[in-house]
């Protein structure tokens, strides 16, 4: 080659462009793929929030009866109400044959829990109000329900090989029964 083909080729920029797009294409898929995949993440964890918050609801809004078993601090939460719970988070209906809020959602994968405690004061102040005769023993007893629940995230990009093990949705609510 001479050298003034040689100069030529130098200072030809047809190419450029191509050449420049070759370099920044796979940071441009990371950012876009990234993007994608957070938002999946966010999507996810929001809807288990909302529906772990709607069980809390749902397991406080049942009547005292169902909590009859406080002993000042701790207690069992009656099967039917834990059963109806669960249902409810993981539904968000209490059909049975409705599909999955999260697609990842299986009995052997995923923790869930209804817990209670039950408190005879609050902040120092003894309980009134619809507590009133409410009692274990010799004090007004204001149950309280908190709903956990842990579960296996699944991600959008799975097909490319993103497998996201040991990436986990946790969400945990908690609210005083009403006995309404």
Same mark, same amino acid.
């Given at each position: 080659?001479?050298?003034?083909?040689?100069?030529?080729?130098?200072?030809?920029?047809?190419?450029?462009?191509?050449?420049?797009?070759?370099?920044?294409?796979?940071?441009?898929?990371?950012?876009?793929? @990234?993007?994608?995949? !957070? #938002?999946?993440?966010? &999507?996810?964890?929001? %809807?288990?929030?909302?529906?772990?918050?709607?069980?809390?609801?749902?397991?406080?809004?049942?009547?005292?009866?169902?909590?009859?078993?406080?002993?000042?601090?701790?207690?069992?939460?009656?099967?039917?109400?834990?059963?109806?719970?669960?249902?409810?988070?993981?539904?968000?209906?209490?059909?049975?044959?409705?599909?999955?809020?999260?697609?990842?959602?299986?009995?052997?994968?995923?923790q869930f829990s209804v817990q209670m405690t039950c408190s005879t004061a609050? @902040?120092?102040?003894? !309980? #009134?109000?619809?507590? &009133?005769?409410?009692? %274990?023993?010799?004090?007004d007893v204001a149950p309280n329900v908190r709903v956990y629940a842990r579960?296996?995230?699944?991600?959008?990009?799975?097909?490319?090989?993103?497998?996201?093990?040991?990436?986990?949705?946790?969400?945990?609510?908690?609210?005083?029964?009403?006995?309404?």
């Amino acid at each position: 080659m001479t050298r003034s083909a040689i100069f030529h080729l130098l200072r030809d920029t047809r190419g450029a462009a191509a050449a420049e797009m070759v370099l920044v294409l796979p940071l441009l898929l990371v950012i876009m793929f @990234g993007s994608v995949e !957070l #938002g999946n993440y966010m &999507l996810n964890e929001h %809807t288990l929030l909302r529906a772990v918050r709607d069980g809390a609801r749902f397991a406080a809004r049942q009547p005292f009866a169902s909590y009859s078993g406080c002993n000042g601090t701790a207690a069992n939460v009656p099967a039917s109400v834990s059963d109806n719970t669960k249902l409810l988070v993981r539904k968000g209906t209490l059909n049975s044959s409705d599909p999955d809020q999260l697609a990842n959602w299986t009995d052997a994968s995923t923790q869930f829990s209804v817990q209670m405690t039950c408190s005879t004061a609050a @902040g120092g102040t003894t !309980l #009134g109000g619809i507590y &009133l005769g409410n009692t %274990t023993g010799t004090a007004d007893v204001a149950p309280n329900v908190r709903v956990y629940a842990r579960i296996k995230y699944r991600p959008v990009l799975g097909l490319f090989g993103f497998t996201g093990n040991g990436m986990y949705l946790d969400a945990a609510d908690q609210a005083a029964v009403a006995g309404i």
